[in-house]
C-alpha cells in the first residue's frame, strides 16, 4: 500500500491510500488499526508521510561513497541524529542557511525506514518484522558546518531547517520484501547526479535495525536514514553546492520521486 500524509481544506491532518492515480482516505492511526475506503480524499497541501519521532542517520553506508569520501569502511554503523525541525514536505523548499551561514550545501539520496512498533534488541533475521514502511529521503548536508566548523562532530551540518525532505508516500513493508535491492538517484536541475542500488550498503537494513536497536527501544515514528550513494556534490571536480533557485528530485524504485525546490533563508 502507498500511504500519503495531507492536510485538507480545512487544515485537517489525514491519511489517504494512492492508487490508480488518485487518494483515497484513510480511517484510523498509521501505527494502529488502519482502514482503507472507498472515499476520495480532498488533498489541499501533501506532507512529509511521517512525523518522525526522531531521525537517526547512518553516515558512509555505500562503499563507492565511502572511497569518495576519503574515509575508511566502517567497522560499525556511523550514527547521527537529525531534529524534528529538519523534516521538510514534498514540493517545500529546501532552505540554504544564511543567518548560520553555509556556502557548502550537499544533496543525498536516501532510503528511509519508518519502524511501526517498539522495536528493541532486534535479530538481523526479525529486524524487518519492526517496519511499517519505506519513503524516499535527502539527507540534506551543509559541508562547512559538517567538516570545519561543528566542533567534530555532523549534527550541526546536519540539521538545520528544511534538511530531511521526505515523501512523497510511505510503502508498506508488504509491497518491499527487499529493501536492498531497489535503484536509488539524484536528480538536479535534469541531470543525474546520483544512480544507484541499495545492494551497495554496507550496513543492510536488517544489520542497521539491529545495531539501532540494542539495548536501545526505537519507538513507532522512528525514522532511520540509511546512507547515500557516491555522486554527491562535495566529491566532484569541482564541488557542486546546491543553490537558489534550483531543483532537486529524489527517486527509488518502487516508492516515487520527491522534489524539492532550493531558496535561500528568508527568500518568499
Not at 512529509?48 to 567497522?75: M, Q, R, T, W
Not at 529486524?127 to 559541508?143: E, H
Request: proline content about 7%; hydrophobic content about 35%.
Amino acid at each position: 500500500m502507498k500511504i500519503v500524509r495531507y492536510e485538507d481544506p480545512s487544515g485537517n491532518i489525514q491519511y489517504g491510500e494512492k492508487r490508480e492515480g488518485a487518494v483515497y482516505r484513510i480511517e484510523g492511526d498509521l501505527f494502529g488499526a488502519m482502514t482503507p475506503t472507498d472515499e476520495a480524499a480532498d488533498v489541499g497541501r501533501l506532507l512529509a508521510p511521517v512525523d518522525p519521532e526522531i531521525i537517526l542517520c547512518i553516515g558512509l553506508n555505500y562503499k563507492f561513497h565511502a572511497e569518495e569520501s576519503g574515509a575508511p569502511i566502517p567497522k560499525f554503523p556511523v550514527l547521527f541524529i537529525k531534529g524534528r525541525n529538519a523534516l521538510q514536505h514534498p514540493g517545500a523548499p529546501i532552505e540554504i542557511p544564511t543567518f548560520l551561514a553555509s556556502e557548502e550545501v550537499d544533496y543525498e539520496c536516501e532510503l528511509a525506514v519508518v519502524i511501526g512498533k517498539p522495536c528493541k534488541n532486534a535479530t538481523v533475521e526479525n529486524a524487518l518484522d519492526y517496519v511499517l514502511g519505506y519513503t524516499c529521503a535527502n539527507d540534506v548536508s551543509a559541508r562547512d558546518w559538517q567538516k570545519k566548523m561543528g566542533g567534530g562532530q555532523w549534527c550541526r551540518g546536519k540539521t538545520f531547517d528544511t534538511f530531511a525532505p521526505m515523501g512523497p508516500c510511505l510503502v508498506t513493508a508488504d509491497a518491499i520484501p527487499d529493501p536492498n535491492d531497489l535503484e536509488i538517484g539524484t536528480t538536479l536541475n535534469g541531470e543525474v547526479v546520483q544512480d544507484w542500488n541499495t545492494r551497495d550498503m554496507i550496513f543492510n537494513v536488517r544489520e542497521i535495525i539491529a545495531f539501532l536497536s540494542g539495548s536501545t527501544t526505537l519507538l513507532p515514528g522512528t525514522v532511520i536514514l540509511t546512507g547515500t550513494p557516491h555522486g554527491v556534490g562535495m566529491a566532484r571536480t569541482p564541488p557542486l553546492w546546491l543553490k537558489s533557485g534550483d531543483e532537486i528530485s529524489v527517486e527509488i524504485e518502487g516508492i516515487g520521486r520527491l522534489s524539492n525546490p532550493v531558496v535561500n533563508e528568508g527568500e518568499k
